[in-house]
């Protein structure tokens, strides 16, 4: 068996990204044995339906106008998503799915789709205009446009030389 993909595979962006404020956890999905004491996944009081949801996967990408950042939510509402930008720089994404109502009746056989809360956050460029951020939700799929300032380019003035 081999530890590489468990140990590597959960992080989906660059470890070195300057603008990711996302918290990772090293061990995340580390195999610590099957006694679930203190010492295994619910590390730091994160509970593993929590830890399931936290890592939404976020696509960011720059156009000439704007910093474009989709989410895929499914099966959240609107309602149950916010986006703030915190300090004037930083984005956060943040929301609850909840947990679908367990009926003692019911037999459940596999349960793979996660629940609880998520919540990422990014620096924005310098050139991002964060007053003028608009978000919209299709199809469970949160677009956030951050649009970007005109590049001024530096004003260059001919001397003359004398002589």
């Not at 300090?87 to 996660?114: A, F, M, P, T, Y």
């Not at 919540?119 to 964060?130: D, G, I, Q, S």
Request: with cysteine; charged share 30%; aromatic share 8%.
């Amino acid at each position: 068996m081999s530890l590489i993909p468990a140990f590597f595979g959960r992080r989906s962006t660059n470890v070195c990204d300057p603008f990711s404020l996302d918290v990772w956890d090293p061990f995340q999905g580390f195999p610590f044995g099957n006694n679930h004491n203190s010492h295994s996944l619910s590390r730091r009081g994160w509970d593993s339906e929590t830890s399931a949801f936290a890592g939404t996967r976020v696509d960011w990408k720059e156009t000439p106008e704007a910093h474009v950042f989709t989410a895929d939510l499914p099966g959240v509402k609107k309602e149950e998503v916010k986006v703030e930008v915190e300090e004037g720089r930083i984005l956060q994404i943040s929301g609850q799915r909840n947990k679908e109502k367990e009926e003692k009746r019911d037999r459940w056989h596999r349960v793979e789709r996660s629940s609880g809360g998520f919540l990422r956050r990014f620096r924005l460029p310098e050139n991002a205009k964060a007053d003028l951020v608009q978000a919209s939700m299709e199809n469970g799929v949160l677009t956030v446009t951050v649009p970007k300032e005109e590049v001024k380019k530096p004003e260059v003035k001919s001397i003359e030389i004398s002589g």
